[in-house]
């Protein structure tokens, strides 16, 4: 499905931060961690887990995890999750959205025509989702006054495929 630019020339690895690897883990954070390193070997990519820090209410704080193009990693909080659920794999999957996106557009579309078909619309036109999305990620600041409104939209809709992706996931 996908053709990456790292498959065949580097073997990808699972790392860890210095806080996460003396850690005792639960059961599904070694079963998605387990789920990580076949991703990484399979893609040729690297995957980082993070330990987010706690704040003052005891809760996570921090991005669950992050694509960076720059040296084509992965970047996945060992607590991914709206309340640190350790949903590694459903950070991942939204975070190879971004990796497919970069690396072969072309499957990308296909790639989201499918999951918008199958997965994203939840009875909303691609046009509102893309437009909520928009305003949520201008409240959180990823969408700042100097991006064109092109480029505020290409962001947007890249992270409704990415939330579909996730959708997937949950699909039995």
Known sequence: ??????????????????????????????????????????????????????????????ANGWYDPSDNSIHIDLYAGANGDSLMLFTAAHELTHFIREWSPAKFKSFADFLLNEYG????????????????????????ADMTEEHAYDLAYEEVIADSCEAMLTDS
Not at 13 to 32: C, I, P, W
Not at 126 to 139: G, P, T
């Open 1 to 62: 499905f996908i053709s990456n630019a790292n498959k065949g020339t580097k073997k990808g690895n699972v790392h860890f931060d210095g806080s996460v690897s003396g850690k005792n883990l639960t059961e599904r954070q070694k079963a998605s961690l387990k789920g990580l390193r076949v991703i990484a070997e399979s893609l040729g990519i690297d995957i980082y887990v993070f330990e987010s820090p706690l704040g003052k209410d005891g809760k996570r704080q921090g």
């Open 121 to 144: 619309t939840h009875g909303k036109s691609v046009e509102e989702l893309i437009r909520n999305k928009m305003e949520v990620l201008k409240e959180n600041g990823r969408i700042t």
